[in-house]
């Protein structure tokens, strides 16, 4: 009998690895590809090369035009970590408001920032660039930073709500007691025990800004601005003189930051998915 379910465990597992495997292929294959040489790319298609090289990662970190991919990556992460420390400052003080806070119309903001998260965001792109543009924010990182400062990413508010909905009152009452107001409240009592969502928080922003690509093609155009994302697509040349073996070679590069954030805090990013729904 014992043998019998041992055998069964393996066999449901079995299928899971395959998939598994099937789905991290691409990836496996990146990194194989980014040390075989440029006319084995292609047409040498196996996960292990046959020849090693790190020139495509000594050639692809000199970036291009006279700037090298280090300030690529420095703009990246200075764009990244503005944007979680926005987020995670502007977000928590406005999902206090809607959980904790009694105002005027509390119910109808909490509704119409909720309606804000059903909208794609290239239905607000073009009257935002208007208004960019007007202020003169074109090709800075004010259009990439300043919206996280003024708490516009919904899910992260609704995420932060769900999760002090499930804090006791009393905590609040007691505080209150105390002599603690509203802000020493907020401080004291709900933010160290809003870490696990603030943590997820960063997590999701930092991947979510980092891998952005759209939004930093529509605002930047100086080649000193550009971030990671679009120093690899600078790499790419429609003309078919692309270094391919640079560009998978920086691609792969630019996996390992939120690889490690995600590993790193991967503890606290399961903690606060599983209590934002308590109540």
């Not at 920032?113 to 004010?142: A, G, R």
Request: hydrophobic share 50%; proline share 5%; net charge positive.
């Amino acid at each position: 009998m014992t043998h019998r379910i041992k055998y069964g465990q393996v066999l449901r597992h079995v299928p899971i690895i395959v998939m598994g495997l099937l789905m991290i292929y691409p990836v496996l294959w990146l990194i194989s590809s980014s040390f075989k040489p440029n006319q084995l790319i292609f047409s040498d298609p196996g996960i292990w090369p046959s020849t090693f090289t790190l020139e495509n990662y000594v050639n692809g970190w000199r970036g291009f035009q006279g700037i090298s991919f280090s300030r690529f990556f420095a703009n990246s992460f200075a764009i990244s970590l503005l944007s979680v420390l926005g987020n995670a400052i502007t977000c928590s003080l406005a999902a206090f408001a809607f959980a904790r806070l009694t105002f005027k119309f509390s119910k109808l903001w909490f509704s119409l920032m909720l309606v804000t998260i059903m909208l794609p965001y290239h239905v607000t792109l073009v009257p935002q660039y208007v208004i960019f543009n007007e202020l003169q924010w074109i090709n800075t990182y004010y259009p990439l930073v300043l919206p996280k400062w003024f708490a516009t990413d919904s899910f992260f508010i609704l995420l932060m709500v769900q999760f002090i909905r499930g804090i006791p009152r009393e905590l609040d009452e007691s505080a209150t007691i105390d002599g603690c107001s509203q802000k020493q409240i907020y401080f004291r009592i709900i933010l160290p025990l809003l870490v696990p969502a603030l943590i997820t928080t960063a997590i999701f922003t930092f991947i979510w800004t980092w891998d952005d690509f759209f939004s930093q093609m529509i605002y930047l155009s100086d080649i000193r601005l550009f971030t990671v994302q679009l120093g690899i697509r600078a790499l790419f040349d429609p003309s078919g003189s692309s270094d391919w073996g640079a560009l998978l070679a920086m691609s792969a590069l630019s996996l390992l930051p939120i690889t490690a954030v995600f590993l790193t805090f991967q503890r606290y990013f399961l903690e606060g998915i599983a209590t934002t729904g308590l109540k």
